[in-house]
T-cell receptor
Framework: QKEVEQNSGPLSVPEGAIASLNCTYS??????FFWYRQYSGKSPELIMS????GDKEDGRFTAQLNKASQYVSLLIRDSQPSDSATYLC???????????FGRGTSLIVHP | GAVVSQHPSWVICKSGTSVKIECRSL??????MFWYRQFPKQSLMLMAT?????????EQGVEKDKFLINHASLTLSTLTVTSAHPEDSSFYIC???????????FGPGTRLTVT
């Protein structure tokens, strides 16, 4: 059974700090990795995708993938109160491309 | 690009009635659409996956006769909740993926309340 694990949090960081969100997955043949942001009462919004080992940067967001250790992380630099949300990690394995979602990590950025 | 819409955004219905929710990909052709349900403060739960022109594949524990899914075109999928009951009250979210896409994009969701 494919599993995607995330610490539910909440992770609380001060404004301007770096928020680090982590995700581990069980299926070694996983190929595609995604981070979604979900504000309370809203649907998820895709913020990052990563497919190969290493770092991928997009603005204040950096996704890091380590397939050998089976983890993917999301760094948010210069965190803002507007970043406060639940961050969902999703992983797909080749073939069906049906993603498995983690339960999400709640991030709170306090002024 | 990659915009997915849902209609209605919220609906209140009486117990025993049926409700149809539409999911549209506005600027791309969605070969695969997914339907999720999310209860308050809980994680996303995949209900079913549908490919255009094919019958939907339902996840274990999801009643296919209660949650009717139709994916008749590359831009439209519908979910009909039949004979709704209060326990069906939830946030229903669709997502869509294009043929060459690895990423899926979510609609804004439909909040269903059954009284």
């Amino acid at each position: 059974q494919k599993e995607v694990e995330q610490n539910s949090g909440p992770l609380s960081v001060p404004e301007g700090a770096i928020a680090s969100l982590n995700c581990t997955y069980s299926d070694r043949v996983s190929q595609s990795f995604f981070w979604y942001r979900q504000y309370s009462g809203k649907s998820p919004e895709l913020i990052m995708s990563i497919y190969s080992n290493g770092d991928k940067e997009d603005g204040r967001f950096t996704a890091q993938l380590n397939k050998a250790s089976q983890y993917v992380s999301l760094l948010i630099r210069d965190s803002q109160p507007s970043d406060s949300a639940t961050y969902l990690c999703a992983v797909t394995t080749g073939g069906s491309y049906i993603p498995t979602f983690g339960r999400g990590t709640s991030l709170i950025v306090h002024p | 690009g990659a915009v997915v819409s849902q209609h209605p955004s919220w609906v209140i219905c009486k117990s025993g009635t049926s409700v149809k929710i539409e999911c549209r990909s506005l600027d791309f052709q969605a070969t695969t659409m997914f339907w999720y349900r999310q209860f308050p403060k809980q994680s996303l739960m995949l209900m079913a996956t549908s490919n255009e022109g094919s019958k939907a594949t339902y996840e274990q524990g999801v009643e296919k006769d209660k949650f009717l899914i139709n994916h008749a075109s590359l831009t439209l999928s519908t979910l009909t909740v039949t004979s709704a009951h209060p326990e069906d009250s939830s946030f229903y979210i669709c997502s869509a993926r294009g043929l060459s896409e690895h990423e899926q994009y979510f609609g804004p969701g439909t909040r269903l309340t059954v009284t």
